[in-house]
């Protein structure tokens, strides 16, 4: 088996055995709105077999593993969003690693990047732990919840515009399962950046009428309903990123604390 199967026993598994399941992007739109909840949704994002190209990636990374990896049991799945259910920052990434959320089964979860990142969301109170290695682990996000626009690994880290319009419903349909409690969507990445925003509009957000331009600090302030919402730009904490300096720990805790304090 190049995957979990769901409902064996993983920690954290959302779905089980008779979690129905997305084979074509009609597949994906039907159940992403039919979902009444996140624990729905969830489970149904993380069965998705909708785009034939990820699926073969995702499951031959999964049997191949990386040699660091060799003896550990694969997700080989699409990885759900996780976090609080009634998150008020929403952390917003491309998708997932191939050796990180596609072998843990949890986004941002054993590779570089998490390291980073968690470590900032733990120095600015937005984490219970200073790491995120592994589900089960005992980490919980602090009024936090982190989504993908894509929710499975793709080859290069590059999902084709085709991946990402049929992966778009299951984002939308999770911004606005969250919507009523969220006051602040976190980018992270140029590419989260731009997919966002469409997923904000369809999740019923009042936008400008044109996008402002992505950047580390980038600040808008957009509405649901008669709530202010501030949508923040940051750098992703990629090893390219973090090595070259072009991203420092200080700078992403500027970013996280500055969620911290216009959402609390």
Known sequence: MSFVPPGTGWPGDPATADTPVAHDPA?????AAGSDDLAELTARQSV???CPRLVEWR???????????????????????WGAERPRVLLVGLAPAAHGGN?????FTGDRSGDWL????YRSGLAERETSTYAGDGQRLIDTRV??????APPANKPTPEEKAACFPWMARELALVAPYVRVVVALGGYAWQAMWPALREAGYELPRSRPPFGHGAE????????????LGCYHPSQQNTFTGRVTAQMLDSIFEKARSLAL
């Open 48 to 50: 998705c077999r909708a």
């Open 118 to 121: 968690f470590a900032s969301l």
């Open 59 to 81: 499951e031959e990374v999964a049997t191949v593993k990386r040699r660091a990896f060799a003896d550990e049991t694969y997700w080989g799945r699409p990885v759900p969003g």
């Open 27 to 31: 597949g994906v739109r039907r159940l």
């Open 147 to 152: 989504v993908a626009s894509v929710r499975c």
């Open 103 to 107: 072998r843990t089964g949890r986004i």
């Open 220 to 231: 808008v302030e957009v509405r649901h309903g008669d709530a202010p919402v501030t949508l």
